[in-house]
């Protein structure tokens, strides 16, 4: 089992930066990547990024590349999700997760384990 909490959540202005962490406990050699989610209000959850834990390989979703940058701590087990240029439809519950194993797609919500998620909410 990998057990994994988020933190660094919390309101920012349109144009500012959050900064998002993920500490993963338990048998997180068995990881083969982490990645973040979010979903808003109404809305289904949405793929942000992913990274390769071996590698720091990482994937964007359009909706955020060039704005968020996904980085992954060894040491600590920790992923981060710095957030820059924030907008309010940047809004939602962030979660990460861990996968186990390679699927073939970067992309997919396919993870074997989830945190709890962290509010973010962009003010205009």
């Known amino acids: 089992q990998v057990q994994l909490v988020e933190s660094g959540g919390g309101l920012a202005q349109a144009g500012g930066s959050l900064r998002l962490s993920c500490a993963a406990s338990?048998?997180?050699?068995?990881?083969?990547?982490m990645g973040w989610f979010r979903q808003a209000p109404g809305k289904e959850r949405e793929f942000i990024s992913t990274?390769?834990?071996?590698?720091?390989?990482?994937y964007y979703a359009d909706s955020v590349r060039g704005r968020f940058t996904i980085s992954r701590d060894n040491v600590r087990n920790t992923v981060y999700l710095q957030m820059n240029s924030l907008k309010p439809e940047d809004t939602a519950v962030y979660s990460c997760?861990?996968?186990?194993?390679?699927?073939?797609?970067?992309?997919?919500?396919?993870?074997?384990?989830w945190g709890q998620g962290t509010q973010v909410t962009v003010s205009s």
């Open positions: 990274i390769v834990w071996s590698s720091g390989r990482s």
């Open positions: 338990g048998r997180t050699f068995s990881v083969y990547a």
């Open positions: 997760a861990a996968k186990r194993y390679y699927d073939g797609n970067p992309y997919t919500q396919n993870y074997d384990y």
